[in-house]
């Protein structure tokens, strides 16, 4: 798959979308029993080698990318394009952790790499942006913030959650235009109960399910009540997988 597979392109308008209208896709791999991770949140590989490289089209596609701590803290990703070819030269995507207490661990492979890797920065490797609640302890905001990261710090809503219907404001204010939301459970959860942005308009524009045939029996994932119907706009075999886009009715 050396171009980005066109059921993406003719179906995830992120192209047309603008700082003042980001477009937000949700987006997780699942087993058939709707688990996305193993016991304790042990990251379990579901997407085959199709369905993975389309995930990093998808990466590719939008300015940002988004997860929140604990994923960061258990999966330690990349959060890079790098299965795509590399002689496209694609700019890879902003990463954004959604921290509230700035738990950031600053030994994370984000800042690691951003920090050994300099002549790959622009290429493969952005910077990792951290989004945290205003009352984080200023010496805590400097001690990230020299160690590379760049912190970004927001009004908390009264879970002490990143408040799901500010994020598009949030994306504007930091000229991002589109970003894909890839977990873990609690934040596709909170985006999904949450319909409408601060200006009363939808806040999920894509959902974007691959679904592996295996079961994986205790984990994480499956247990959610009250969230909304879908609707599908598109299924797509890739390899073992399928791949659902779909819109939130
Ligand atoms: N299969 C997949 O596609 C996939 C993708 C990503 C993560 N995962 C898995 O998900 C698991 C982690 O999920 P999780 O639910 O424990 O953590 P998470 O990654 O959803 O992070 C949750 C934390 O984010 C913070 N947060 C800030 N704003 C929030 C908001 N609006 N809503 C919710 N949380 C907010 C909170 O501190 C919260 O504790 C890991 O096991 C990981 O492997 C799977
Ligand atoms: N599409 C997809 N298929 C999977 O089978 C799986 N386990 C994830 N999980 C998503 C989660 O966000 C992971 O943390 C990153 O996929 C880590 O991968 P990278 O190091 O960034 O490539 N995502």
Same mark, same amino acid.
């Not at 042990?42 to 998808?58: A, Y």
């Given at each position: 798959? #050396? $171009?980005?597979?066109?059921?993406? +392109? ?9 700082? #003042? ?13 709707? =688990? ?5 949140? $042990? ?16 990466? !590719? ?32 995507? $902003? ?12 030994? #994370? ?25 205003? *009352? ?17 710090? +927001? ?10 219907? !500010? ?5 504007? !204010? ?19 109960? !949450? ?11 894509? %959902? +974007? ?14 247990? *959610? %009540?009250?969230?909304?119907?879908? =609707? ?7 390899? =073992? ?6 819109? +939130?009715?």
């Amino acid at each position: 798959m #050396s $171009q980005i597979p066109q059921f993406l +392109v003719d179906n995830l308008p992120t192209a047309s979308a603008t700082t #003042s209208r980001p477009h937000v896709t949700l987006t997780w791999a699942q087993s058939l029993d709707s =688990k996305i991770a193993g016991p304790g949140g $042990q990251r379990v590989i579901l997407s085959g080698p199709e369905s993975m490289l389309m995930t990093h089209w998808m990466r !590719s596609v939008h300015d940002a990318i988004l997860i929140g701590v604990n994923t960061l803290i258990l999966d330690n990703p990349r959060l890079q394009a790098n299965l795509l070819p590399s002689s496209l030269n694609l700019p890879p995507p $902003q990463p954004l952790i959604l921290d509230p207490k700035l738990r950031f661990p600053i030994t #994370s492979r984000i800042l690691n790499e951003w920090n050994t890797k300099p002549d790959q920065r622009g290429k493969t490797i952005r910077q990792p942006w951290i989004i945290c609640g205003n *009352d984080v302890p200023t010496e805590r905001v400097r001690e990230v913030e020299a160690e590379g990261a760049r912190v970004v710090l +927001v009004k908390l809503d009264a879970r002490g959650h990143i408040p799901p219907s !500010s994020l598009p404001t949030i994306l504007e !204010s930091l000229g991002l235009r589109s970003v894909m939301i890839e977990g873990g459970s609690r934040v596709l959860s909170t985006f999904l109960h !949450s319909l409408k942005r601060d200006d009363g308009s939808r806040l999920v524009d894509s %959902v +974007v399910v691959t679904v592996a045939p295996m079961f994986i029996g205790e984990g994480i994932g499956g247990e *959610d %009540v009250g969230l909304p119907a879908l =609707k599908t706009i598109h299924t797509e075999k890739m390899g =073992k997988d399928a791949v659902m886009i779909c819109e +939130v009715e």
